[in-house]
Nanobody, 116 residues
């Protein structure tokens, strides 16, 4: 059974940084794309960043380009999201997703709050 567990969320002041982690257990195949989504109250879940398997190509939402960096360590079955220069509008629950063709797994989410 596959489980994704996010960690690293919390309260941070504007301009601060956080590093989210997504630990995957039960994934026997590393050929999954890993991505981070977020959902703020009253809004739809949106894609923040994605990283492919093997080559590790990345893509980002325009709103986070230049501030967020997604990486993965397949030896540890973990994906990361480094978030710098955080803004109040980055406040949301952040979810990790592993996907390959028609198969996907989601974590339970971690809260990120950016406020002074």
């Amino acid at each position: 059974q596959v489980h994704l567990v996010e960690s690293g969320g919390g309260l941070v002041q504007p301009g601060g940084s956080l590093r989210l982690s997504c630990a995957a257990s039960g994934l026997t195949d590393s050929r999954f794309a890993m991505s981070w989504y977020r959902q703020a109250p009253g809004t739809e879940r949106e894609l923040v960043a994605i990283i492919t398997h093997t080559i590790g190509m990345t893509d980002y939402a325009d709103s986070v380009k230049g501030r967020f960096t997604i990486t993965r360590d397949d030896a540890k079955n973990t994906a990361y999201l480094q978030m710098n220069s955080l803004k109040p509008e980055d406040t949301a629950i952040y979810y990790c997703r592993a996907s390959r063709f028609n198969t996907e797994y989601w974590g339970q989410g971690t809260q990120v709050t950016v406020s002074s």
